[in-house]
């Protein structure tokens, strides 16, 4: 619950932040003409809206579970993450290429580059303040972000199981980097007096969200189609069952997310030929209760036993 609330605050602060800059970039692009600015402000219009439906998967993947899904509704999280990738690629990065090409093929000076300056320049301030948010929380969540990291955010991303974190993350690094594009842009447009500037800035955004974009999809997919946990997980688990006194092995351990903080958990482990029936049920009532203490993510756990046969003992010596 705690990790949730984290999240909705990262989305909310994104929410807020992109709402306010895509309605002044969209009015500001209105006033000036700039191909650049409309650019902009569609992508902050389809951050809002991606902002919205991971607000809306969040809500979803909270529904207990019912007779139709026993698991739960924790992958809905991860199916409205891909169509929030599927959205910067194709809208964000699909409108933002149009009007770089209209713009180039018809350049059109901007009218009053000022009021452009003014609203970007608040632009990059808002959005500098939700990424700072979305980059704590998300260095909250993934450990190897510490002072001395043993990650690049690109590998912190992959190995995150909440896409909610990075999306946000990367959305506002990707706006940031926009805003000071359109602001290259902008500067080169006016004082080169070459208004196909314009447009060119306004493909070098596409450019931007469509690499983002396909990063962001290719990572939901992967949540969506089921990843394992974490190896220190699945090595707790194991030494769990490695150190019951029934259990003469426990190699095969099979491990799948079914939402940030849900793990269905599928356990083979070896017994001695002679263990009695009921010594192998009470193996797994305290391992089962263990496991659960040791890693609360785990949502379900599935055992299944196997007897196995003792080496025959060896020959007398003669």
Same mark, same amino acid.
């Given at each position: 619950?705690?990790?949730?609330?984290?999240?909705?605050?990262?989305?909310?602060?994104?929410?807020?932040?992109?709402?306010?800059?895509?309605?002044?970039?969209?009015?500001?692009?209105?006033?000036?003409?700039?191909?650049?600015?409309?650019?902009?402000?569609?992508?902050?219009?389809?951050?809002?809206?991606?902002?919205?439906?991971?607000?809306?998967?969040?809500?979803?993947?909270?529904?207990?579970?019912?007779?139709?899904?026993?698991?739960?509704?924790?992958?809905?999280?991860?199916?409205?993450?891909?169509?929030?990738?599927?959205?910067?690629?194709?809208?964000?990065?699909?409108?933002?290429?149009?009007?770089?090409?209209?713009?180039?093929?018809?350049?059109?000076?901007?009218?009053?580059?000022?009021?452009?300056?003014?609203?970007?320049?608040?632009?990059?301030?808002?959005?500098?303040?939700?990424?700072?948010?979305?980059?704590?929380?998300?260095?909250?969540?993934?450990?190897?972000?510490?002072?001395?990291?043993?990650?690049?955010?690109?590998?912190?991303?992959?190995?995150?199981?909440?896409?909610?974190?990075?999306?946000?993350?990367?959305? #506002?690094?990707? +706006?940031? $980097? *926009? @805003?000071?594009?359109? &602001?290259?842009? !902008?500067? %080169?447009?006016?004082?080169?007096?070459?208004?196909?500037? #314009?447009?060119? +800035?306004? $493909? *070098? @955004?596409?450019?931007? &969200?469509?690499? !983002?974009? %396909?990063?962001?999809?290719?990572?939901?997919?992967?949540?969506?189609?089921?990843?394992?946990? *974490?190896?220190?997980?699945?090595?707790?688990?194991?030494?769990?069952?490695?150190?019951?006194?029934?259990?003469?092995?426990?190699?095969?351990?099979?491990?799948?997310?079914?939402?940030?903080?849900?793990?269905?958990?599928?356990?083979?482990?070896?017994?001695?030929?002679?263990?009695?029936?009921?010594?192998?049920?009470?193996?797994?009532?305290?391992?089962?209760?263990?496991?659960?203490?040791?890693?609360?993510?785990?949502?379900?756990?599935?055992?299944?036993?196997?007897?196995?046969?003792?080496?025959?003992?060896?020959?007398?010596?003669?």
């Amino acid at each position: 619950m705690a990790a949730h609330a984290s999240s909705k605050t990262v989305i909310y602060a994104a929410l807020a932040g992109n709402l306010a800059i895509a309605v002044t970039k969209l009015a500001a692009a209105a006033w000036t003409g700039s191909s650049v600015m409309l650019s902009e402000g569609v992508h902050s219009l389809v951050d809002t809206g991606n902002e919205l439906l991971l607000l809306y998967g969040l809500h979803r993947a909270a529904k207990p579970a019912d007779e139709l899904h026993p698991f739960g509704y924790g992958r809905e999280l991860y199916f409205w993450s891909f169509i929030v990738a599927l959205l910067i690629f194709s809208i964000g990065a699909g409108v933002s290429f149009y009007e770089g090409v209209i713009h180039i093929l018809e350049p059109v000076p901007i009218s009053d580059s000022r009021v452009s300056y003014i609203v970007l320049g608040l632009a990059l301030l808002f959005e500098g303040g939700s990424w700072y948010v979305a980059w704590k929380g998300f260095r909250a969540e993934s450990p190897g972000l510490g002072p001395v990291p043993d990650l690049d955010y690109i590998d912190a991303a992959t190995r995150s199981k909440d896409p909610t974190m990075f999306m946000v993350l990367f959305e #506002d690094s990707a +706006a940031l $980097i *926009g @805003i000071l594009i359109a &602001l290259a842009g !902008t500067f %080169a447009s006016e004082r080169l007096d070459m208004p196909v500037l #314009d447009g060119v +800035a306004s $493909i *070098g @955004i596409a450019l931007l &969200l469509g690499a !983002t974009g %396909a990063f962001l999809a290719r990572e939901s997919k992967g949540l969506l189609m089921g990843e394992p946990a *974490g190896p220190k997980t699945r090595e707790r688990i194991l030494a769990i069952a490695r150190r019951h006194g029934d259990i003469v092995s426990a190699d095969n351990l099979y491990t799948v997310h079914l939402a940030p903080r849900q793990i269905l958990v599928a356990l083979t482990l070896d017994f001695a030929a002679d263990c009695p029936g009921r010594e192998i049920e009470r193996d797994f009532s305290r391992l089962e209760a263990d496991i659960r203490k040791a890693c609360p993510d785990v949502a379900a756990l599935f055992i299944k036993p196997r007897l196995r046969a003792q080496p025959p003992a060896a020959a007398p010596a003669d």
